[in-house]
């Protein structure tokens, strides 16, 4: 059992910065970013694999970046030029120790940007 801990959401203005925070509770293999715009499905915004590999959601990519500590269990998203369409309830979600489905999820953090 996987338990994700997420921090870092808030308001901000367009054009402006945040860093998500998820920390796992024991090591993991992928670990990624989730949102969901009020109305909207959820969808994939940014993952990363055990080795480094990292993909992005088209709409965000040169402004998002995905990253990880190993050492902490613990993966970030660097939100760079937010835009109002990047607001939504951020989650974090990860694989267990080995490839596999995100089977375990975190319980949100809200963005919001302003215009």
């Known amino acids: 059992q996987v338990q994700l801990v997420e921090s870092g959401g808030g308001l901000v203005q367009a054009g402006g910065s945040l860093r998500l925070s998820c920390a796992a509770s024991?090591?993991?293999?992928?670990m990624g970013w989730f949102r969901q715009a009020p109305g909207k499905e959820r969808t994939f915004v940014a993952a990363?694999?055990?080795?480094?590999?990292?993909g992005y959601l088209d709409a965000v990519k040169g402004r998002f970046t995905i990253s990880r500590d190993n050492a902490k269990n613990t993966v970030y998203l660097q939100m760079n030029n937010l835009k109002p369409e990047d607001t939504a309830i951020y989650y974090c979600?990860?694989?267990?120790?080995?490839?596999?489905?995100?089977?375990?999820w975190g319980q949100g953090t809200q963005v919001t940007v302003s215009s």
């Open positions: 979600a990860s694989t267990g120790a080995s490839a596999g489905e995100y089977d375990y």
């Open positions: 024991t090591r993991t293999y992928r």
């Open positions: 990363i694999w055990g080795g480094g590999d990292q």
